[in-house]
């Protein structure tokens, strides 16, 4: 299958400060990524719709000045959490399609302190 | 929007034995079906999909069935071993690459010895 990497995997940061993950599809061209949002023990919740060279599109109740997406090119997608704070602190993942499959990046671990 | 149910929320079989998750989905245009296995701390796995004008994909262990009338579908594990354990995830979407995928809650697989 494709592969998607994903960076960092873990990060622990002080409250306020803002955090990018960065998203790359390394052996194909993704003109759209997701990222996601996944709780201890749940689901996966899709935050938004990544696409390159324009603006995302975020679901409801995700708010777009806080979780920053850029997709400057067919193989990243950048997000970042702006002014981070503890209920922010969670699993976050993101995936691209090669064709109708999606495959998923390895997960970032934020821990906001 | 797609909502997708999935049951049992936890399953636990003895090795050798045969799992059986099964997913409802709601909105009828949904034609892509997958199925993921997420292992503790790891990214979700594509194992089996499977396609609205397909009733039934075989891969090995696995099969996945579709009835598109009654909006379900269901994973089937056969011979179950130790490393089959993990979380299942089913999902729905239209095909293409920007169709965004729902997933369903998620099932809990232990294969006992």
């Known amino acids: 299958g494709a592969v998607v990497s994903q960076h960092p995997s873990r990060v622990i940061c002080k409250s306020g400060t803002s955090v990018k993950i960065e998203c790359r599809s390394l052996?194909?061209?993704?003109?759209?990524m997701f990222w996601y949002r996944q709780f201890p023990k749940k689901s996966l919740m899709l935050m938004a719709t990544s696409n390159e060279g324009s603006k995302a599109t975020y679901e409801q109740g995700v708010e777009k000045d806080k979780f920053l997406i850029n997709h400057a090119s067919l193989t990243l997608s950048t997000l970042t959490v702006t002014s981070a704070h503890p209920e922010d602190s969670s699993f976050y993942i993101c995936?691209?399609?090669?064709?109708?499959?999606?495959?998923f990046g390895s997960g970032t671990q934020l821990s906001v302190l | 929007g797609e909502n997708v149910e999935q049951h049992p929320s936890t399953l636990s079989v003895q090795e050798g034995d045969s799992a059986v998750i099964k997913c409802t989905y709601s909105?009828?245009?949904?034609?892509?079906f997958p199925w993921y296995k997420q292992e503790l701390g790891k990214r979700p796995q594509l194992i089996i999909d499977i396609r609205s004008n397909v009733g039934e994909k075989k891969d090995q262990r696995i099969a996945v069935t579709l009835n598109k009338t009654a909006k379900h579908f269901s994973l089937h594990i056969t011979e179950t071993q130790p490393e089959d354990s993990a979380v299942y995830f089913c999902a729905a979407s239209g095909i293409g690459t920007a169709s965004k995928l729902t997933f369903g809650t998620g099932t809990r697989l232990q294969v006992t010895l």
């Open positions: 052996d194909f061209q993704a003109t759209t």
């Open positions: 909105d009828s245009a949904s034609n892509y």
């Open positions: 995936s691209a399609s090669d064709g109708p499959k999606l495959f």
